[in-house]
């Protein structure tokens, strides 16, 4: 089993820049991927990022790709979401996943993470 934590979440104004971190513990070297989803209140949990464990290869959501950076520590055991110019539309709860199948290339389908963190609270004011 793998546990995900995240952290970093808050309330913050449009425009500023917040970092998410998710540590994963337990059987760690059984998961390739870890990435970032996020569901905002009434719709549906999006694809954001995610990256290699290994190779460090990253993919993004378009919404995401001009603001925001995923990356990991250098044992690939913690990864960070560094959130820049903060939407009021970038509020929702956030959550890591880990994928235990896809080795080099991430996915962005929900259906293929196998592990869930419980989600951190992001909401960016106006």
């Known amino acids: 089993q793998v546990q995900l934590v995240e952290s970093g979440g808050g309330l913050v104004q449009a425009g500023v820049s917040l970092r998410l971190s998710c540590a994963a513990s337990?059987?760690?070297?059984?998961?390739?991927?870890m990435g970032w989803f996020r569901q905002a209140p009434g719709k549906e949990r999006e694809f954001v990022a995610a990256?290699?464990?290994?190779?460090?290869?990253?993919v993004y959501a378009d919404s995401a790709k001009a603001r925001f950076i995923i990356s990991r520590d250098n044992a690939g055991n913690t990864v960070y979401l560094q959130m820049n110019s903060l939407k009021p539309e970038d509020t929702a709860v956030y959550y890591c996943?880990?994928?235990?199948?896809?080795?080099?290339?991430?996915?962005?389908?929900?259906?293929?993470?196998?592990?869930w963190g419980q989600g951190t609270q992001v909401t960016v004011s106006s």
């Open positions: 337990g059987r760690t070297d059984s998961i390739y991927i």
């Open positions: 996943a880990a994928d235990r199948s896809n080795v080099y290339y991430p996915s962005k389908i929900r259906a293929d993470y196998d592990y």
């Open positions: 990256i290699s464990r290994t190779t460090g290869n990253a």
